[in-house]
């Protein structure tokens, strides 16, 4: 998942239902880039959040569906490079500028 907004929100998505729920939203200072299973009920987001400082740290996010809990885990001893975002799952997707 990668999503150049401003603004962007993760949800999920109840199919036999027809029902989404917002499970994630963030505003300009942080991005979701990827988002994966643990299992059908604890998933992970992984993203970038902007610090006060303007440097770009890695955030993992580990979410409980259950519990309707968010774990977020930030390194405020690293920092990313903001270049680009290379996922496996996007290069399936044969996306192509114009």
Excluded: H
């Amino acid at each position: 998942m990668a999503n150049p907004e401003v603004d962007q929100a993760v949800s999920l998505c109840d199919l036999k239902n027809d029902k989404w729920m917002r499970i994630y939203f963030c505003g300009f200072s942080s991005t979701i880039n990827e988002v994966v299973w643990l299992t059908d009920k604890k998933f992970i987001l992984a993203g970038i959040i902007r610090d006060n400082n303007d440097i770009f740290r890695p955030e993992i996010i580990i979410g409980d569906i259950p519990k309707q809990m968010l774990f977020i885990y930030s390194n405020s001893l690293s920092s990313i490079n903001k270049t680009g975002y290379i996922s496996p799952k996007l290069k399936k997707l044969n996306i192509q500028d114009k």
